[in-house]
């Protein structure tokens, strides 16, 4: 196989990851908007968000395969399985691994939510704000033409969608009418127990 | 022969009895054992909560669950505004309501009693306490008193569990029930304290017995307060003891806000009798009779009620915080005589969609006295909707 | 035989479950569920499934259908 060949396709199938990834995240925080529209359900968002991602891994799997058997960087298995256990751009790229991790633990608790429950797959589903962030500053720091023009274009969309997002996402929430009196509601019942 | 056993009878209503004129005067409380359960079911004691659910049938399925670690939790809460008889009985027979979460205790096995008085009911807390006080050291040992947070869904059963488990006075979701897994995870028996009074009777007197039932009279009646009457005897006697009503037309809300209304001259002839009123689609619920005069608006005091009970939702489930406030406010506009387009349809629509949506009953009681209200003051709601006219404030010109 | 339950605390009014069973599950004004009583017929059975999957906050459930212990 042509070395090329490999670290091309381990930097593109990288640069797809991230890029659904992103929409995953945008789509996360939209499914919780009740977002829809004409002939787009609400649920679809959902689902959506679900597929997506699970298409970013078969893209990130091969990522890391073709960039952990590039003989060129020869990074072996520990590269891709231990965080920072990696000698070339340590940090960057082990913030990749540990993304990834994470990635799929977010992904099992999903796939079981209906046996752990709800608060145990919210819990790590959490971890997902660690993911994204992750897998931006890996790109930069490991990508070798990460500053090319195009390459920051696609970078800075992404970043861009996910702040605009999550700033709607945050606005979403305060604006809720339903909070503060929930939690006016709960105080009045609640009392300190004298045991 | 079957004798009717009262809980006012005694000394007089001005101070708690105590513990030494208690027992001189009704001998010691027999030992719980199954049989008690069979005496409940003999003499058909209810629940005088509200709910009117058969006692031994509660006590069975404690009973039956109890792995000698049920919980017996003493409900006096009493948050219904208008009702004062729990916190009679427990202001002034408190050796009752001790003797019946003991019975209770011994016959569904439970190593822990409860006893959850309402916070604003503070002379009924300290006389429970102090009597607490003058029990056996075993009882001291296993009885605790809280006090529940002034709110109307504390007096809810999971209501009260969650508060004795975590300091939290609302509902929870169910399954499961409390009497499946309550107070730590325990079956839990919860029972109201005026029907711990009436076990406490009952057990000593075994065999056939009459009940009694205290009544909250308030509202246009010269005598306002707590009265003790016979099961089966009628509303109207009830009536004609406090003084009134008085004139004839009026409206009666019949089990307080949790009731309904029902109209004052066919109500005078019926029994005081949950289980009858319920299959003439009414309750009985804690006893609260409040006359409403004709010349009071109906539509104006069921707007009134409806946005206190609005106001008191635990605020959990989207039907009873959303809906109960959409009905308050449009039967308060239509109240005030300036209704929107399409008001009433609104509101007896909305009403149809309130029963069994939350965790709790508090949509379905709002729903009922809505309900019950669209029924008694039909005339006054068309008139108010349609014609922006008050009906009441008419019949009092006219009279 | 089954039917559906929603855990009225959890349910926090996102709807995906009337989009995904509408012949039993339809929204109030407010956009919360008001279930179609009785058991889940075979032929939805797996719509129901979905929905019960898709719920955001896991509370709408399946289950079979009770004979209540303690009844009035």
Known sequence: MNNTLLWYTARAAGIVSLVFLSAV??????????????????????????????????FLSIHIVTAVTDPFTALGLNAAVVPFGSYYRTFWLG?????????LAVVVTSLVRRWIG??????????????????????????????TLWSLAVTIVCVGGVAVALMWRVDYARRDPLREEKRAAAAASTRELVR | MSVRHSIIDGPALDAPESLDSHLARLGHLPTGSREVIDVLDAAGLRGRG????????????????????AVVLVNGAEGEPLSAKDRLVMETRPHLVLDGALLAARTVRAREVVVYVGEEHRRALAVMQHALGERSAQERRSTRVLAAPARYVAGEESAAVHFVNEGVALPTTTPPRVFERGVAGRPTLVQ??????????????????RGTALLTLSGAVPRRGV?????????????????????????????????????LDQAAAMPVDA??????????????????????????????????????????????VFGLRA????????????????????????????AGRGACKHPDGAAALLQSALRVFAGDFTMNQVRRTCVATARTAAA | MQELSVDRIRCDGSGFCAEMLPEMIQLDDWGYPILARGAVPADLMQHARRAVAACPVLALKLRAREREVVRR
């Not at chain 2, 509200?50 to 670690?69: H, I, L, N, Q, Y």
């Not at chain 2, 387009?341 to 149809?352: A, C, T």
Request: glycine fraction near 14%; charge should be positive.
């Open chain 1, 25 to 58: 995240v945008v789509l996360g925080l939209l499914a919780r908007m009740r977002v829809e529209g004409r002939g787009w359900p609400r649920f679809l968002t959902a689902a959506v968000h679900r597929d997506l991602a699970l298409l970013s891994l078969v």
């Open chain 1, 95 to 103: 913030l990749g691994t540990l993304s990834v991790e994470l990635m």
């Open chain 1, 118 to 147: 709800q608060r145990a797959w919210k819990a790590v589903h959490w971890a997902a704000y660690a993911v994204w962030p992750m897998a931006v500053l890996h790109g930069i720091g490991t990508g070798t033409d990460a500053f």
């Open chain 2, 50 to 69: 509200g709910a009117a659910f058969p006692v031994a049938t509660k006590w069975r399925a404690v009973a039956e669950r109890s792995r000698r670690d």
């Open chain 2, 192 to 209: 109201n304290v005026e029907t711990l009074a009436h076990v406490a009777l009952a057990a000593r007197h075994g065999g056939a017995v």
């Open chain 2, 227 to 263: 009265l003790e009457v016979a099961e089966g005897s009628s509303i109207g006697e009830a009536l004609g003891r406090a003084g009134g009503p008085g004139d004839h037309g009026g409206a009666l809300l019949l089990g307080g806000y949790f009731g309904g209304w029902v109209d």
């Open chain 2, 275 to 320: 289980a009858w009123l319920r299959s003439a689609g009414m309750a009985l619920g804690c006893g609260v009779v409040a006359v409403l005069p004709a010349s009071r608006c109906g539509v104006a005091e069921t707007a009134r009620i409806l946005g206190w009970l609005a106001e008191q939702s635990a605020r959990q489930c989207g039907p009873c």
């Open chain 2, 327 to 354: 009905i308050a406010e449009a039967v308060q506009r239509i109240a005030e005589r300036r209704p929107q387009e399409g008001d009433l349809h609104r509101v007896e629509r909305w009403s149809q969609q309130l």
